[in-house]
């Protein structure tokens, strides 16, 4: 039934196409009905940083504090990059700069962070240039780069003991100076006491993918460049990472979703992310007659105007594969999946909180993607364990 009513929604599409049609414009596109909607944080805004991994792992972390009863903290998405800058040179340099060095990073960064280092408030470390109100990375991540570079290459024969301190100027001189310790409501903290505070385990959350070039059920180092902490991730059958994420959200746990969003079935200005069947075998007579008739851009135009609900790709594990291996998902943004919702025609969607602000925005910050957008470009995901249903959990020794 679904099916049909799609097919019927694209004909009267198609008829925008064409002058000579007589057929009624279509009404307002996308109603979304909400069927779940997990409380999570504020939309913050990465703005001009390549920092959407700090910003979706954050919100993540701030999400699980919320539904573990301990209240809403807005914590410092810098004070982790931060850390992970430094960690990230110090690693640049052992492999000779035979290695990624940018601003990109994964969600479990994040975890790293806590783990090691601690954590702490917004207030404590907003990681803001002077007189600046949003993060603009473009000349740390270029400096950044080329210090590094001037390091490797290294006419001195021999490395300095200068030149780690002199990164951290670089990155007090941007980010500030780092927090050792803080005074937050009243009460005086470290980084790793205000973690402790928190009371995040991080041995609680794990990465899952799905790919067909690594066995089931095993861990395996991710190959995307933004991984420089070569960290695993479990890979499981795709129906089974589907599985997770549904019932995650389903049971109040949202799951940090690392994707690809350079899609032209993403359209961030409409707040949706499709993927469009482009053989349309669902349409017949008069129907079909009209698809066929268009020519390749007409049809492209129809498929992506995103004026109302259309027909979706199936997707499968091989076409998740293939795109993979041929860097059509590539792992370009970080973000947070935080709900359960169905358009007009009960096509199934996930409500994503992005960090690219909330104003002049048609959901205020937030957009859907539906299950076939997921199913076909997701990376990796992050989720608690528990919101792992117990079947696959046992596959994974979990």
């Given at each position: 039934?679904?099916?049909?009513?799609?097919?019927?929604?694209?004909?009267?599409?198609?008829?925008?196409?064409?002058?000579?049609?007589?057929?009624?414009?279509?009404?307002?596109?996308?109603?979304?009905?909400?069927?779940?909607?997990?409380?999570?944080?504020?939309?913050?805004?990465?703005?001009?940083?390549?920092?959407?991994?700090?910003?979706?792992?954050?919100?993540?972390?701030?999400?699980?504090?919320?539904?573990?009863?301990?209240?809403?903290?807005?914590?410092?998405?810098?004070?982790?990059?931060?850390?992970?800058?430094?960690?990230?040179?110090?690693?640049?340099?052992?492999?000779?700069?035979?290695?990624?060095?940018?601003?990109?990073?994964?969600?479990?960064?994040?975890?790293?962070?806590?783990?090691?280092?601690?954590?702490?408030?917004?207030?404590?470390?907003?990681?803001?240039?002077?007189?600046?109100?949003?993060?603009?990375?473009?000349?740390?991540?270029?400096?950044?780069?080329?210090?590094?570079?001037?390091?490797?290459?290294?006419?001195?024969?021999?490395?300095?003991?200068?030149?780690?301190?002199g990164y951290k100027g670089i990155l007090d001189a941007y980010l500030g100076e780092y927090p050792e310790?803080?005074?937050?409501?009243?009460?005086?903290?470290?980084?790793?006491?205000?973690?402790?505070?928190?009371?995040?385990?991080?041995?609680?959350?794990?990465?899952?993918?799905?790919?067909?070039?690594?066995?089931?059920?095993?861990?395996?180092?991710?190959?995307?460049?933004?991984?420089?902490?070569?960290?695993?991730?479990?890979?499981?059958?795709?129906?089974?990472?589907?599985?997770?994420?549904?019932?995650?959200?389903?049971?109040?746990?949202?799951?940090?979703?690392?994707?690809?969003?350079?899609?032209?079935?993403?359209?961030?200005?409409?707040?949706?992310?499709?993927?469009?069947?482009?053989?349309?075998?669902?349409?017949?007579?008069?129907?079909?007659?009209?698809?066929?008739?268009?020519?390749?851009?007409?049809?492209?135009?129809?498929?992506?105007?995103?004026?109302?609900?259309?027909?979706?790709?199936?997707?499968?594990?091989?076409?998740?594969?293939?795109?993979?291996?041929?860097?059509?998902?590539?792992?370009?943004?970080?973000?947070?999946?935080?709900?359960?919702?169905?358009?007009?025609?009960?096509?199934?969607?996930?409500?994503?909180?992005?960090?690219?602000?909330?104003?002049?925005?048609?959901?205020?910050?937030?957009?859907?993607?539906?299950?076939?957008?997921?199913?076909?470009?997701?990376?990796?995901?992050?989720?608690?364990?528990?919101?792992?249903?117990?079947?696959?959990?046992?596959?994974?020794?979990?």
């Open positions: 039934m679904k099916h049909f009513l799609s097919g019927l929604l694209v004909i009267v599409m198609l008829a925008s196409v064409h002058a000579q049609e007589t057929d009624p414009p279509l009404a307002a596109a996308y109603n979304f009905e909400i069927i779940k909607d997990i409380p999570t944080t504020s939309v913050k805004n990465q703005y001009r940083s390549g920092t959407c991994w700090s910003f979706s792992g954050i919100s993540f972390i701030e999400s699980e504090l919320i539904r573990k009863g301990k209240g809403e903290f807005d914590l410092s998405e810098m004070f982790v990059v931060r850390n992970s800058y430094e960690e990230k040179a110090v690693k640049y340099v052992r492999f000779q700069g035979n290695f990624n060095f940018s601003g990109g990073g994964a969600f479990h960064d994040v975890t790293h962070v806590i783990q090691n280092y601690g954590i702490v408030p917004e207030e404590a470390y907003p990681g803001l240039l002077e007189g600046e109100e949003n993060h603009i990375h473009g000349e740390l991540d270029a400096l950044s780069k080329a210090y590094m570079d001037a390091v490797i290459k290294n006419k001195n024969k021999k490395l300095s003991k200068a030149w780690f301190n310790s803080f005074t937050y409501k009243g009460q005086e903290y470290t980084p790793e006491s205000f973690a402790a505070s928190l009371d995040i385990n991080v041995d609680d959350y794990v990465e899952i993918g799905s790919y067909t070039h690594h066995p089931f059920y095993e861990k395996f180092i991710i190959e995307v460049p933004d991984n420089w902490l070569l960290d695993e991730v479990y890979n499981i059958p795709l129906d089974e990472m589907m599985a997770i994420i549904k019932n995650s959200v389903e049971n109040g746990y949202t799951v940090a979703w690392g994707s690809d969003v350079s899609e032209k079935g993403f359209s961030w200005k409409n707040g949706v992310a499709i993927v469009p069947e482009e053989e349309r075998t669902d349409l017949t007579g008069t129907e079909k007659e009209k698809w066929e008739k268009l020519t390749k851009k007409e049809k492209e135009d129809a498929m992506y105007s995103f004026d109302a609900p259309v027909k979706e790709k199936v997707i499968t594990q091989a076409l998740r594969q293939e795109e993979f291996d041929n860097y059509q998902s590539t792992d370009d943004h970080g973000m947070l999946i935080t709900g359960l919702a169905k358009d007009e025609v009960g096509t199934n969607y996930y409500k994503v909180k992005n960090s690219w602000g909330d104003k002049n925005h048609k959901y205020n910050g937030y957009f859907f993607a539906s299950e076939s957008f997921v199913a076909l470009k997701t990376i990796d995901i992050m989720v608690h364990k528990d919101a792992i249903p117990k079947a696959i959990r046992k596959k994974l020794g979990l």
